[in-house]
Structure formats: structure tokens, C-alpha cells
């Protein structure tokens, strides 16, 4: 009997001992994360006890947990921070979050960390931005993945990376921001580019689908951008790094149906935007029911998309007269398929305001093209085929007679709308046939104007 005992005691011990420890896999240290059970009953817990990020691995179990995280430094370097099952599973709640004895703003917050890896993960209900990786002015985040994320209902942002250099936000998805679902911003010049890949993901619900401020060397193909006031929006503004934003690509993507007005006062989702400034004492705010957006946009190529049911402009480019780094040149519209055949028409495929050099359009199907009454160029001054004559183009951010006319005059009165949900008296309006069972936003919904 004694000599079982002390057997039995020993087993006891090595398994306290194997508990106690992270368990191993595939080389890795696992940091088990749950409700009850485990070592950790939360993340930040785990993440505090991580050592090297590239030995380690966070697998949260199923569960909510009404916490911020935060990670700061590159010893995290090629961590994994991942869920056990689908998204919906392990969820990261911001309501009644906190960190650090202060209210949680980010789900997770990782600065100056290379290759973290976040995947099947939900977060939601923060009031700045769920899944967020940066760097300081002079360090770097390079290569990060989110992958089969899920974000909704964030302040600001959903899927969020900026001052990063390469990574992806793949098979992801996210609403109900009040800016966009995924944003790559203030991405460094460089030499040999790392790019950024943004696939298979859907974006629906948002004052944005993607936004992009400053951001370049991103390739944004294979998406769905539907139900968002503006569905793909590259831009530049003087208020981040690495002005203008350039060099990158839209592609192969469905973007349909943006003409979500989150103006109206029964939207579930409100604008964390100020505005771009104000002319005459009145707000400047981005345009909704448009599909793609170029905002002082250099070098981006337009091609393969489907674009369609977008009620003012399919794709839309110009630049910024207030500041002359947010130029609209050298954008490549090609090969894109416009209103679904005729069944599910934009109102215009495209506008130009008639600035900057070298944006040119070329074999798309449809195509409408905007040209205003007042307009002082042609169509060919405003859309020029590929590749664009010297001829076409103001070569400078002043775009086609000035703020009260022409082809500035229209968006200015457009982006002025007083009220902004005004917007909305502009567009043409149609009825969307069918499409992969998704429901269009009725504005009828969201109460009256204002």
C-alpha cells in the first residue's frame, strides 16, 4: 500500500508540474486562456507571462471577455493570439472593459510588434478601434496577420493597422463603424515594398468599408464592400506621416450598394468624423453612395471590380485644393464591369474633377461618365483612354472650374449638402435585383432628413 501511494503521489506531482507549465506546440509555448479552468482567465494575464513572442502562443478558449490588451515592445515579435473555434466563439467585448484600472479603448493594442498573428477572434464594442497594431514615428510593425477576424460596432475602427510595413487582413469581416471596418494608414516609404494584402474579406454597415489614409504598397482584391456610405476610400490628409497616399491596387473586389446615409438619425452607426474641414462656414463630409473613392490618390489601379447599384458615383477621384501633396495623377481605371449589366445601374460610373495628370480609363463595360453642365473641359479633357495624353488633366490639385461651377462646383455642393443627409436628394434611386441573399440598406429606414 505505501509503495502505491507514493506512486499515486508522484503522478499527482508530475501532473501539478505539466499544469503549471505552458504546454508545447509545434515548437511553442501555449498559453491557455478561459473562463474557469485554466491558468489564465485572461488574455492580458497570458500576454503578461509571454517571453518571446516567436516561442509562444495565446489560444483563448471559447468565452467573452470584457477586457482590454495591450502589448508594447518587439519581445512580442511573431506572437500568435488565436481562438479555438469560429469567431463568434471568443468574443472581445469592450462594454464594461478595462485595462490597467482605466476603461479598455482597443480590443487588442499592439505597438512595435513585427509579425503578430491575431486570428478568429471577435472584437466588438469598443469605443475606438477592435484589432489595432502601429508603430511609433522611427520602430516598426512589419508583417502582422489578422486572419478570419470579426469586428463590429467599434468607435472608429475595426481591423486596424497603421505605420506598418507588409501583413494581411485576410478572410476577415467587419461592421457597424463609425469609420471604417479595415484602415491601413501612414505606410512608410520604401525601397523594395512590402505589401500589404487585403482578400476575402467583407465589409457592410460602415461609414467606410476600407480607408486607407496615406496608405500605399496594398493590394485590395477578392472583397465584398457593400451597404457602407463609400465603400473603398484611399485618401490623403496632412494630419498623418507619409503623404499621399500611392502605389496600390483594386482589384477583382464586388463593391455595390453603398448608399448607407449614417447621417440619418436612426442609424445604428454614427460618424466619428469631424469632417474634412469647412468652406463658408459649412462641413466638408465625405460623399456617400459612391463605390470607390481616390482621394488625392497617385498611382492606384482600378481594374477587374464589379461595381455596381452605388445610387450618385461608381468610382470617384480628385483631389484635395487645400493641399497640394493630395493630388489625383496617374490613376489607372481598366477592364472594370459597371452596373451589373444594366440591371443595377450607378448613377455615373465614374467622375473626375479634372485635375492632376495621367489618370486615364480604359475597357470598362457600361460606362456613364459625369460631366457636368458647367464643366470647362470635354470628356476627353476629364477622361482620357489609357494611356492620358499631356493634353488632358490641369496638372495641378485645382480641378475643373473652381468651387461654384464645373466639375468641382458639383462635388463641393455634393460634399457641402446642409444637412449631410441631404446627400441623398441627389441620387438616383432604383430598385436592386437579387444578390447572394443580401439585403440592401433602405434609407426609408433610418428616419427623415433632418
Request: net charge positive; with cysteine.
Amino acid at each position: 500500500m505505501k509503495v502505491r501511494l507514493g506512486i499515486a503521489a508522484a503522478l499527482l506531482a508530475l501532473v501539478g508540474a505539466v499544469w503549471a507549465a505552458p504546454a508545447s506546440a509545434k515548437g511553442r509555448d501555449v498559453f491557455k486562456v478561459c473562463k474557469h479552468g485554466c491558468k489564465y482567465d485572461s488574455i492580458q494575464k497570458a500576454v503578461d507571462k509571454v517571453k518571446k513572442g516567436k516561442k509562444s502562443i495565446v489560444k483563448v478558449k471559447p468565452g467573452t471577455y470584457h477586457e482590454g490588451v495591450i502589448l508594447r515592445g518587439h519581445k512580442y515579435d511573431k506572437l500568435i493570439i488565436t481562438g479555438t473555434k469560429s469567431p463568434k466563439k471568443t468574443i472581445l467585448n469592450g462594454k464594461n472593459a478595462r485595462i490597467q484600472g482605466q476603461p479598455a479603448q482597443n480590443g487588442i493594442d499592439a505597438t512595435n510588434v513585427d509579425g503578430l498573428k491575431m486570428k478568429q477572434l471577435w472584437a466588438k464594442n469598443y469605443p475606438a478601434n477592435g484589432l489595432f497594431v502601429h508603430a511609433d514615428p522611427g520602430d516598426h510593425c512589419h508583417g502582422f496577420a489578422m486572419v478570419k477576424d470579426w469586428a463590429s460596432f467599434n468607435g472608429s475602427y475595426g481591423l486596424f493597422a497603421k505605420h506598418c510595413t507588409g501583413g494581411k487582413i485576410t478572410e476577415s469581416k467587419g461592421w457597424g463603424h463609425g469609420d471604417s471596418a479595415i484602415y491601413i494608414g501612414e505606410t512608410p516609404p520604401q525601397k523594395n515594398p512590402k505589401w500589404t494584402d487585403i482578400s476575402n474579406d467583407k465589409a457592410y454597415e460602415n461609414v467606410l468599408g476600407y480607408s486607407g489614409t496615406n496608405s500605399k504598397y496594398v493590394d485590395i482584391h477578392n472583397n465584398l464592400f457593400y451597404n457602407n456610405g463609400a465603400g473603398v476610400v484611399p485618401n490623403t490628409l496632412d494630419s498623418e506621416l507619409f503623404e499621399p497616399n500611392a502605389n496600390g491596387k483594386i482589384r477583382n473586389n464586388k463593391i455595390f450598394w453603398n448608399n448607407f446615409n449614417y447621417f440619418l438619425p436612426k442609424s445604428p452607426v454614427q460618424t466619428v468624423s469631424g469632417g474634412l474641414g469647412t468652406i463658408g462656414g459649412k462641413t466638408i463630409n465625405y460623399p456617400t453612395g459612391a463605390g470607390v473613392i481616390l482621394f488625392g490618390s497617385d498611382g492606384w489601379q482600378v481594374k477587374h471590380n464589379d461595381i455596381f447599384g452605388n445610387f450618385y458615383w461608381g468610382v470617384a477621384s480628385f483631389s484635395d485644393p487645400f493641399n497640394a501633396a493630395a493630388l489625383n495623377e496617374n490613376n489607372r481605371i481598366v477592364h472594370n464591369t459597371m452596373g451589373r449589366g444594366g440591371s443595377d445601374t450607378n448613377r455615373f460610373d465614374f467622375y473626375n474633377d479634372g485635375s492632376g495628370k495621367g489618370t486615364c480609363y480604359r475597357d470598362n463595360t457600361s460606362s456613364t461618365f459625369d460631366v457636368t453642365a458647367t464643366a470647362e473641359h470635354p470628356q476627353a479633357f476629364l477622361y482620357p483612354t489609357c494611356p492620358a495624353p499631356k493634353s488632358a488633366g490641369t496638372g495641378t490639385n485645382q480641378g475643373d472650374g473652381g468651387v461654384t461651377k464645373g466639375q468641382v462646383g458639383e462635388l463641393a455642393a455634393y460634399v457641402l449638402s446642409d444637412p449631410p443627409c441631404s446627400q441623398e436628394d441627389k441620387w438616383v434611386r432604383h430598385k436592386h435585383p437579387a444578390y447572394k441573399g443580401i439585403t440592401p440598406i433602405d434609407t426609408k429606414d433610418l428616419g427623415k432628413c433632418k
